[in-house]
């Protein structure tokens, strides 16, 4: 698989795994066609479960197309031209539906920031900083986001082979480093636009993203 070079190592902030289990689950008639939505969270009173999208076309026996997806809402919900997330997310869940794929949408905002510092790091990136030096201006972590929790959440799921839709190279070493199997990486390429630009390059140079 593609190697990470040295300097984009940094980037991730390793966190101990959190014990989750699955809580609820309910198929759902989508605009992409019909999935089952479940839930997992480490109380079952969590107000924000990490949620597994699973196209009611499944196989387990056979490698899922697979997309870990951590939320944003600006882009997600809002449709934010700032980022390509809600048009990446659409994208994966049009190929979910075909391919009989999952969507692992985990509850980390703004690379793990929360929406309060990704809203300020905005406003930093509007004078000029780019997304990695606003942030570490904030005193934050570039990209604080893990990815034990898709990996417990793909092995509940029976899931041990995937075509995993990623242009990050991290989400690459945290299942290669994990006992999923990888058999090929599907890209998840947006076309850029104006207001985003500035940003994809960013990830493109700075962060490894193969864009």
């Known amino acids: ?22 809580y609820s689950e309910a198929m759902m008639p989508l605009e992409w066609g019909n999935f089952k939505m479940v839930t997992y969270a480490n109380k079952e009173n969590e107000p924000m479960p ?3 999208i699973v196209s009611e076309k499944m196989d387990p026996s056979k490698p899922v197309l697979v997309r870990m997806h951590s939320e944003c809402l600006t882009g997600d919900l809002l449709g934010s031209k700032r980022c390509d997330c809600g048009e990446q997310l659409d994208t994966a869940m049009t190929m979910a539906a075909e391919q009989g794929g999952v969507i692992i949408y985990l509850r980390q905002e703004g690379r793990g920031i929360g929406l309060i510092n990704k809203l300020k790091a905005y406003q930093l990136q509007d004078t000029g900083l780019n997304t990695i030096d606003a942030n570490t201006h904030l005193g934050l972590a570039v990209d604080s986001r893990e990815y034990d ?9 029976g899931i ?6 990623t242009n990050n190279p991290l989400k690459i070493k945290a299942i290669e480093d994990s006992p ?14 104006k ?14 993203h193969m864009l």
């Open 195 to 208: 207001e985003n630009k500035g940003y994809l390059l960013t990830k493109k140079e700075k962060m490894g």
């Open 50 to 52: 990490h949620i597994a």
């Open 180 to 193: 999923i199997n990888i058999r090929k990486r599907e890209p998840l390429i947006i076309p850029s636009k």
């Open 160 to 165: 041990d082979t995937i075509d995993l839709m």
């Open 1 to 22: 698989m593609t190697k990470i070079p040295d300097k984009h190592y940094n980037l991730i902030k390793p966190v101990l795994p959190v014990p989750m289990k699955r």
């Open 149 to 157: 929790m898709a990996v417990a959440i793909l092995q509940d799921l």
